[in-house]
C-alpha cells in the first residue's frame, strides 16, 4: 500500500451547494403553482406528482377517493356535484355577502353551512370506508363487522377545501426539495380584505405550510423582475434600464389586472391600477361557444353552452368536456404559429368531435376580450397621466398572457420596445410561473435576512408586522433631475440621473464619457437641472424647434403622427464645473443624492488616476 | 456604494465660450409627492436597504454603505468558516495541457494516471477519497453526453450538416475511467506506483561514487532527498529521517539499521508483458508467465541492490560516522590517558578544520576570480571582432554606394 492510503475513513458524499428549503406558492382562484429555489439560486416553478405546473385549484370526492388538482377537475364531467372549485376566492366570506350566481353551477354548489351560522359550505357525498373488526378479548365471535363502505355526506367550508388543497402543494414541494419547507411566501389578490388574508393565511397554517409573507400579486411580479435574472438573455439594443416603468398585466381567470409599476433600481411602487371583470373565462365561453357552434353544424346535434340550459345534463357535460379540451388547444395557440385542434370523445349523443380553429379565428373570438384590456390599459395610462411611449416594458401574467394574439392587440396600443412573457415552458419570462417564482424569491430573500442584532429584529418586525404599512409609504420625485452638458449649439446633451416617480430619499450615480476641448481649458462643464417631460406629437414635416429634445424614436416617418419625447427646462438647481486630467477624454461620475425632505446633493468627479478633487453642490429642501 | 449607470452617449467637449452659469439661489425641487402618496411594495434586497437607510441610518447614504460593507465581510467570514472553500481535498484544478487531452485510451498502459485525474502534485501521497474526489471532478467536466452537446464542430459540408462528427470525444473520458480503475484499486495502485513513471525518471539521477567522492557534494542535501524519495516504498512507517550533521550515535545507527532492513513493498508486476492475445495456446500462456515472474524476479532483486548499494554509498560518505569513529577514538584515548588532556586536544582539532576551511575558501575564491577574468577577456575579445566586422560591413556598404 502507498503510505497515505487509510482504510478506516469512510468516504464523503459530495454535497453541491444547498440553499434554503423555501418555496413560493401562487394561489389563485383558479390555478396555483408552487416554486422553489433550484441549485444555482434561481427561482423555478416545479410540477407537482402529476406532471402538471398550472395546478388546477379544485378537489373532488368519489367514493372513497379524493382528487386533487388537474385530477379533479377531470371529474367536473361527471362527478360535478362533488367537486370544489373557486374556493379561494370564498375564503373568509360570511355566506350572506356571497352574490348569487349568475347561471347553473358547474361544480358543487354553495350553501349555508348545517350548524354553523352564516358560514358557506360544500356538500358532497363520500363513501366512508369500513371500520377496522372490532378487537374482542373474549373469545366468542364478535358481531360481524360491516365490510362495505358506507354513503355519508361530508361538508366542507372553502377554509377547509383551502386546507386540503395547499397540504398538497406542500407536500409536492416536499417531496421536489427531499426536506422539510422551512418558510413559504404566498401571493394574495390585492382586493383582498384584511379578514380574508387572515382567512386564506390561517388556512395555510392549518396545512402546515409554515407562512411567512402574504405577497400581493404585484409585489410578487416585482420580486421576479427586479431579481438579477430578470435581465438575463435580453437582446443586445433593447433598452431595459435599472429605473423604469413597467406595465403588468395580469388576466386571471375571471378578472384581470392591469397595474403601472415604477421599477427604481429594485425599489418599486405601484403608481395605478385597475381591474376588469374580463378575463380568460370569458374567452373559454366564446371559444366553447365556437366549437359547440361547429359541433351542432356538423352533426345536426343541439347543442347550448355556456351557459348550458340547466335542465339538460348532457349539455351540461358536454359543456364540460369542451372546457377540458379547450385547455390544450390554447396551449398549442400560445406555442406555435399553425392551427390547434379540439377533440373530444362522445361530446354529445355518442357523437365525437374534432374540429380546428387557427390563430386568425381565435383571436377573432378573443377580440372582444383583447380589447377590453387593451383598452383598459389605455384608460390606466391616461388616468396615472403617463403616455404609452413612457412604458418601459410589458409583463405579462397568467397563462392567457401567453396567447399571441393579446400581446400583439396590447402592443398596439403601448407602444414599447420590451416586452416579457409571451413564451410558455420555463423561461424567463413565463407569464404562468412569474408569480411563484416571485414568491419563492422574497421567501429566500426573508430566509436569508440576518437576525443577531436588534437591529435585524426591528427589520423583520417592520416587513412582517403591522408597521410596515406606515414605513411602505413613502415620498416620491415628481420630476425628473438630470445633467446638461453644454454644446456648442443650442441647448446641450441632457442625461437623465433622478427618474420622476422616484421613493426618497435616493442615490444615483451616473458615469458617462465627456470629449474635452482641443484647445484652451480642460475642463467638463455641466448643469443639474430639473426638467419637464412631455411629448410632442409631430406631423410629418415639421422640423424639431424645441431647444432640447432626445430623439429616441426611431420610427420611419409616415403619414401619421409621430411622438417624441421631448424634455424642457424647469429649474437650474446648481452648475459645476471640473478641470479634467485626460488627454482626449475624461470619464465623469455624476452622484444624485435626493434626501428624504427634497434637499439635492450632486457631486462630479473624474475618474481615474490624479483625478482632481470632487465638485459639489447642495440645494437645500423646498 | 451605488450602482454605477454607464450611459453610452458621445458627450461633445465644453465651447470655449460657455461660462457657467449660477443657479439662482432660491431655486429648490420642486415639492416631491407627499409621504402616503406612494407604498412600496415590499420585495427585494432593495426594499430591504430601503428600510434600513430610513430606520437605522436617518437616511444617510454613506452611513449604509458602511454598514452593509460590515454585513458583507461578517457573511463572507461565516461563510468561510461554514463551508471552507467547499472542501475538495486539497484536490485543486490542475491545466490540462494538450498532450493529456489527446491521450489514446488504447495506450492506457503508459499513461500518467495521477496526471490524468489532476493529481500530478499529489502523486503517491493523494489518499482515496481524493481521488475519487478528483474522479468526479473530472467525470462531471468531461462527461460525453456533456461534450455531444456543447462542442460539436462545425460542418462546411452540406451533406454532414447536422451529423455530429465529434465521434472520439469520449477518448479522454475512458482515460480517466481507466485512471480511476487503477488508483481506486489499491493493489493496482501498489503497482503503478511502483513504476510511477516520474519515479523512475528521478532515479535516474541518483548521485553515483564519483559524484559523493567529489569535493564539494553536499551529502545531507543530496541523500536526504534520496532516502525521502524511497522511504514512500517502506512497508513500515513513518520512516526515520537521514537527520543533521549533529545527529547523535543512536540516531545515525538507528537510520542505517533501519535502511540496512528496508522492507519494500515495491513490486514489478506493472511491466509485465502481456500474454500474446490471439494464441489460445497454454504453453505460450505458461511461458510467459514464467519469463515474467523471473523478471519481476530480477527487477526486485535489482531494486533490492540498488536501495542496498544506496545505503552503503551514504555510509561510506557519512561525515558523521567519521565524527563519532573520531569521538569513539577520542573516548577510548581520553579513558586511557585520563580526562585532563581531552580540553586542548578539542581544541586544536577545531582550530586545524577552521584553518583548512579558510584554506579551502581562499582556493575557490581565487579559482572563481580567474574564471571571471576569463570569461571577461574573452567577451572583450568577441567584442572586438564584432566591432571589426562591422566597420568592415559599413566601409564595404560605403563603397557600393559611392
Given amino acids: 500500500m502507498s503510505k497515505t492510503a487509510t482504510g478506516t475513513s469512510t468516504p464523503s458524499a459530495i454535497e453541491f451547494n444547498s440553499f434554503a428549503p423555501v418555496v413560493g406558492i401562487n394561489f389563485g382562484n383558479s390555478y396555483a403553482s408552487i416554486a422553489v429555489l433550484g441549485k444555482d439560486g434561481n427561482a423555478e416553478c416545479i410540477a407537482n406528482e402529476d406532471g402538471e405546473r398550472q395546478i388546477a385549484c379544485a378537489i373532488s370526492f368519489h367514493g372513497e377517493e379524493t382528487y386533487i388538482g388537474n385530477q379533479a377537475k377531470a371529474q367536473l364531467v361527471k362527478n360535478s356535484a362533488n367537486t370544489i372549485t373557486n374556493f379561494r376566492n370564498l375564503l373568509g366570506l360570511s355566506y350572506s355577502s356571497i352574490p348569487p350566481l349568475s347561471s347553473p353551477p358547474t361544480s358543487a354548489p354553495i350553501i349555508q353551512h348545517p350548524t354553523q351560522p352564516d358560514v358557506p359550505a360544500y356538500r358532497v357525498s363520500v363513501l366512508e370506508p369500513a371500520p377496522a373488526p372490532l378487537k374482542s378479548n373474549v373469545n366468542t365471535p364478535a358481531a360481524t363487522p360491516r365490510s362495505e363502505p358506507v354513503q355519508t355526506t361530508r361538508v366542507l367550508t372553502p377554509a377547509d377545501a383551502a386546507t386540503i388543497f395547499l397540504k398538497s402543494l406542500l407536500t409536492s414541494a416536499e417531496a421536489f426539495l427531499g426536506k422539510k419547507v422551512e418558510a413559504a411566501v404566498l401571493t394574495v389578490p390585492s382586493w383582498m380584505s384584511p379578514a380574508q388574508r387572515a382567512a386564506l393565511a390561517s388556512a395555510a397554517k392549518d396545512a402546515g405550510i409554515p407562512v411567512t409573507q402574504l405577497l400581493e400579486e404585484a409585489a410578487a411580479v416585482a420580486s421576479t423582475t427586479s431579481h438579477t435574472t430578470w435581465t438575463d438573455g435580453v437582446e443586445e439594443g433593447t433598452e431595459i434600464g435599472a429605473d423604469r416603468s413597467q406595465l403588468v398585466v395580469d388576466v386571471g381567470a375571471t378578472s384581470s389586472t392591469i397595474s403601472l409599476l415604477s421599477v427604481r433600481q429594485g425599489l418599486s411602487y405601484v403608481i395605478a391600477s385597475s381591474t376588469i371583470p374580463q378575463g380568460a373565462n370569458a374567452i373559454d365561453d366564446k371559444l366553447i361557444k365556437h366549437f359547440a357552434a361547429d359541433f351542432t353544424k356538423k352533426t345536426k346535434i343541439p347543442l347550448q353552452v355556456a351557459p348550458a340550459p340547466a335542465s339538460s345534463v348532457a349539455d351540461q357535460r358536454a359543456e364540460a368536456r369542451l372546457r377540458l379540451a379547450i385547455e390544450h388547444t390554447k396551449r398549442t395557440l400560445s406555442a406555435s404559429p399553425g392551427a390547434a385542434t379540439c377533440s373530444v370523445e362522445s361530446l354529445k349523443d355518442g357523437f365525437d368531435y374534432t374540429g380546428s380553429i387557427n390563430r386568425m379565428r381565435f383571436d377573432m373570438v378573443a377580440a372582444p376580450v383583447y380589447t377590453a384590456i387593451a383598452s383598459a390599459v389605455v384608460e390606466l395610462l391616461a388616468s396615472a397621466g403617463v403616455d404609452s411611449k413612457e412604458v418601459g416594458e410589458i409583463v405579462y401574467v397568467g397563462g392567457t398572457g401567453s396567447l399571441p394574439g393579446l400581446d400583439e392587440r396590447v402592443q398596439g396600443e403601448v407602444v414599447t420596445p420590451f416586452s416579457r412573457g409571451i413564451v410558455q415552458g420555463g423561461g424567463i419570462g413565463d407569464p404562468t410561473t412569474i408569480l411563484a417564482r416571485g414568491s419563492a424569491i422574497q421567501a429566500a430573500m426573508l430566509a436569508g435576512l440576518p437576525s443577531g442584532t436588534a437591529e435585524d429584529k426591528e427589520l423583520h418586525d417592520v416587513i412582517l408586522g403591522e408597521k410596515g404599512e406606515q414605513v411602505n409609504k413613502v415620498k416620491a420625485t415628481t420630476r425628473t433631475i438630470g445633467v446638461l452638458f453644454p454644446t456648442r449649439e443650442l441647448g446641450g446633451v441632457f442625461v437623465p440621473v433622478v427618474q420622476k416617480e422616484t421613493a426618497l430619499p435616493t442615490r444615483r450615480v451616473v458615469q458617462v464619457e465627456v470629449a474635452l476641448p482641443a484647445e484652451g481649458e480642460k475642463r467638463v462643464c455641466l448643469e443639474v437641472w430639473e426638467v419637464k417631460e412631455g411629448i410632442r406629437i409631430e406631423k410629418i414635416k415639421a422640423e424639431p424647434t424645441t431647444p432640447i429634445d432626445e430623439d429616441e424614436d426611431e420610427e420611419e416617418e409616415e403619414e401619421e403622427e409621430v411622438k417624441h419625447k421631448v424634455i424642457s427646462k424647469e429649474i437650474l438647481l446648481g452648475a459645476l464645473q471640473i478641470a479634467a486630467k485626460g488627454a482626449k477624454k475624461a470619464v465623469v461620475q455624476v452622484q444624485v443624492v435626493v434626501g428624504i425632505e427634497g434637499e439635492v446633493d450632486v457631486e462630479v468627479k473624474e475618474v481615474g488616476e490624479g483625478a482632481g478633487e470632487p465638485q459639489r453642490v447642495h440645494v437645500p429642501a423646498p | ?402
Fill in chain 2, 1 to 402: 456604494m451605488a450602482a454605477i449607470q454607464t450611459v453610452n452617449v458621445a458627450i461633445p467637449a465644453v465651447p470655449s465660450s460657455y461660462t457657467t452659469p449660477s443657479a439662482p439661489s432660491t431655486s429648490r425641487l420642486s415639492p416631491p409627492h407627499p409621504s402616503g402618496h406612494r407604498t412600496l411594495l415590499p420585495v427585494g434586497p432593495a426594499y430591504v436597504n430601503h428600510l434600513r437607510l430610513s430606520l437605522h441610518h436617518a437616511h444617510n447614504f454613506s452611513s449604509l454603505d458602511k454598514h452593509l460593507e460590515a454585513e458583507r465581510e461578517r457573511l463572507a467570514a461565516i461563510n468561510a468558516v461554514a463551508n471552507p472553500e467547499v472542501d475538495d481535498l486539497g484536490v485543486g484544478s490542475e491545466d490540462e495541457d494538450e498532450e493529456v487531452l489527446s491521450l489514446d485510451p488504447k495506450e492506457w498502459k503508459k499513461h500518467d494516471y495521477y496526471k490524468v485525474l489532476g493529481l500530478s502534485h499529489l502523486r503517491h501521497r493523494a489518499t482515496p477519497e481524493q481521488i475519487k474526489w478528483a474522479n468526479r471532478k473530472k467525470v462531471l467536466k468531461h462527461h460525453p453526453d456533456k461534450k455531444a452537446a456543447s462542442a460539436a464542430p462545425p460542418s462546411d459540408s452540406a451533406f454532414l450538416a447536422g451529423v455530429n462528427l465529434n465521434t472520439n470525444d469520449d477518448a479522454f473520458f475512458k482515460c480517466i475511467a481507466k485512471a480511476y480503475e487503477v488508483l481506486s484499486n489499491p493493489e493496482k495502485r501498489r503497482q503503478f506506483d511502483s513504476v510511477d513513471p516520474t519515479f523512475i525518471d528521478m532515479e535516474e539521477d541518483l548521485p553515483s561514487e564519483k559524484e559523493v567522492k567529489s569535493k564539494n557534494f553536499d551529502f545531507f542535501k543530496t541523500f536526504t532527498h534520496v532516502f525521502d524519495l524511497y522511504s514512500r516504498f517502506s512497508k513500515a512507517q513513518p520512516v526515520p529521517g537521514l537527520g543533521h550533521i549533529d545527529s547523535t550515535k543512536e540516531e545515525v545507527e538507528g537510520f542505517y539499521d533501519f535502511w540496512y532492513n528496508f522492507d519494500s513493498w515495491r513490486s514489478f508486476e506493472w511491466l509485465d508483458k502481456e500474454v500474446n492475445e490471439g494464441s489460445d495456446s497454454r504453453d505460450d500462456k505458461r511461458y510467459t508467465e514464467k519469463k515474467n515472474k523471473t523478471e519481476r524476479a530480477r527487477r526486485k532483486k535489482e531494486d533490492i541492490a540498488k536501495v542496498r548499494g544506496l545505503v552503503d554509498l551514504a555510509l561510506s560518505a557519512d561525515p558523521r560516522i567519521k565524527r563519532i569513529k573520531q569521538q569513539e577514538k577520542e573516548a577510548r584515548e581520553a579513558k586511557k590517558k585520563g580526562v585532563s588532556k581531552t580540553g586542548p586536544v578539542k581544541k586544536s582539532k577545531a582550530e586545524e578544520e577552521a584553518e583548512k576551511k579558510k584554506l579551502e575558501e581562499e582556493a575557490r575564491a581565487k579559482e572563481e576570480a580567474e574564471a571571471a577574468a576569463r570569461a571577461e577577456a574573452k567577451k572583450a575579445k568577441a567584442a572586438a571582432a564584432n566591432a571589426a566586422k562591422k566597420a568592415r560591413r559599413q566601409q564595404r556598404a560605403a563603397e557600393e554606394g559611392a
